[in-house]
Structures are given as structure tokens and as C-alpha cells.
């Protein structure tokens, strides 16, 4: 039974995706295909309005939190019900756009939100955008 709000895809895709960052050896080979894609899609797929050392960053900041993630599932310091919880934040809210506050955001502004990590014990952004 799919839980309320989420899309058909969703729930298998995020056991999937459970099941491949359980497995050491599968969770390797996705490492080394997400850090390639990752790469071809924020620098060599630059727009030419980012300077292209500004992407070289951005992928360098994504490619070392990857690794750092996979080093802590790989020693066993992330629990599987936080594994989980992430993967449900990641894949649904994230990649499918299912939360409500993001849809909500394009329809009043027709554009998406910045895409941007916020680490706050409030959850809250403190920047004052206008």
C-alpha cells in the first residue's frame, strides 16, 4: 500500500535503492557511475552563465559529500532506519519534487527554488530573499 502522497515509482525505487547501498560491491559501482554523471552534468554540461571553476567546485563539494556517505554506510554508522528516512527525503522530496512546499513555491513564483542545502537544527533558512 503506497503511502499518501507518494507516486507509483516511488517506494520501489527507494527499496532499490536501499537494497544497493546495503551491498558494499553494488554500492562501489554506483559510486563510480553517480561521480561520473555527476561530473558530465555540473561541469561539462556547464551553461555558460556559471563560471566554469564555480561547477568544478560544486562537483567537488558533491563528489566528497558522496564519498563521505559512502564511507559512513560502509563502517556502519548510519542506521538503517535513518539509511531509510534519507532515502525517502532524497528520492521523493527531492528527485520526484513530491513535497507540497515545492509545488507550492513554483505555482506562486514559476520557478523553482533555490537548490541549495541548509544545515539547521531549526530547519529553518535565516537569509531574508526578496
Not at 23 to 38: E, H, M, P, Q
Request: proline share 7%; with cysteine; charged share 25%.
Amino acid at each position: 500500500m503506497l503511502s499518501k502522497g507518494k507516486s507509483i515509482w516511488e517506494q520501489p525505487f527507494t527499496s532499490l535503492v536501499d537494497m544497493v547501498l546495503r551491498r558494499d560491491s553494488l554500492r562501489g559501482i554506483a559510486l563510480k557511475v553517480a561521480v561520473r554523471k555527476l561530473r558530465k552534468a555540473v561541469v561539462e554540461e556547464n551553461p555558460p552563465v556559471h563560471p566554469h571553476r564555480v561547477q568544478e567546485d560544486k562537483f567537488y563539494v558533491f563528489r566528497n559529500m558522496l564519498y563521505s556517505v559512502d564511507k559512513a554506510l560502509g563502517n556502519g554508522n548510519i542506521s538503517p532506519q535513518v539509511r531509510r528516512g534519507l532515502l525517502e527525503l532524497f528520492i521523493g522530496n527531492i528527485l520526484l519534487q513530491n513535497d507540497p512546499n515545492f509545488k507550492a513555491f513554483v505555482e506562486r513564483n514559476g520557478y523553482r527554488p533555490p537548490g541549495f542545502l541548509t544545515i539547521s537544527p531549526t530547519k529553518r533558512c535565516n537569509l531574508r530573499c526578496k
